[in-house]
């Protein structure tokens, strides 16, 4: 792939761009446009083909595929969409799936939950959707996040103490992930590495869509608390 040009790469990639949007934007507000994610996508695509280093050793699509997710997520940060109401609700939700899978043993249904929480079915399943996009967007942080928006290594332009910091924080993430069930770790691999969408894993492990996102925000929450402790769940 190092021989392509600029034009071939883009090209051939242009498909991912379009997945990738597709798959953020199904839980979005409808103010959100999936042709904005794309633009995003497409511009860093072009600067990140532009800025690419085969001696730093980092595969190239593996590159590329960070910086489009890394433009995309800037752009939803950027603009702020989500709603404080949203916000609060996700908290509240999040809160009740870790207390009431230690208290079930299960991952508890929507029902359960809006029980717990006072809120609508609607509710719970809107902040669910949203909890995973954002933990989605935590754990790639802290896992392949390796290079900054201009392609260069974090640690390059890092203290000393932030360095230390990171080291630890994705020592913490590691160690959780290695606590999780077979079944949780699978999908975690075939979101983050293997790049597929949440409707590609359902049908490789014969369940729903829904069933898939309900087992990665139990394995998000459990990363999360497992890194930030319990005050995380309680902080506003």
Do not use: C
């Not at 792939?1 to 051939?12: G, L, N, P, T």
């Not at 497409?42 to 960070?66: C, E, H, M, Q």
């Not at 489009?68 to 939803?76: E, P, R």
Request: charged fraction near 35%; aromatic fraction near 6%; avoid cysteine.
């Amino acid at each position: 792939m190092y021989d392509m040009d600029e034009e071939q790469i883009v090209k051939e990639l242009l498909p991912t761009v379009k997945r990738i949007a597709n798959d953020l934007v199904q839980h979005l507000p409808k103010n959100v446009e999936v042709e904005d994610l794309i633009q995003e996508g497409v511009l860093a695509l072009i600067s990140a083909v532009r800025r690419y280093d085969p001696r730093r050793g980092v595969n190239l699509k593996t590159f590329l595929i960070k910086r489009i997710k890394g433009a995309m997520y800037d752009y939803l940060r950027n603009i702020d969409w989500m709603p404080r109401n949203l916000r609060k609700n996700i908290k509240e939700v999040e809160k009740a799936i870790y207390e009431l899978e230690s208290k079930l043993g299960r991952h508890p249904t929507n029902e359960e939950i809006s029980l717990y929480t006072n809120l609508s079915n609607e509710e719970v399943m809107r902040a669910k959707n949203e909890m995973v996009r954002k933990q989605f967007l935590r754990l790639d942080e802290y896992l392949y996040d390796t290079y900054d928006s201009y392609g260069l290594d974090v640690e390059d332009s890092m203290e000393p103490l932030q360095v230390a910091y990171r080291e630890i924080l994705l020592e913490q993430v590691t160690e959780a992930i290695k606590q999780l069930s077979e079944r949780e770790q699978l999908v975690l691999s075939l979101r983050f590495e293997q790049e597929l969408s949440l409707k590609e894993i359902g049908l490789i492990l014969g369940v729903s869509e829904s069933r898939v996102s309900q087992i990665l925000s139990s394995a998000l929450i459990k990363i999360k608390k497992h890194v930030l402790g319990e005050e995380d769940g309680k902080s506003s």
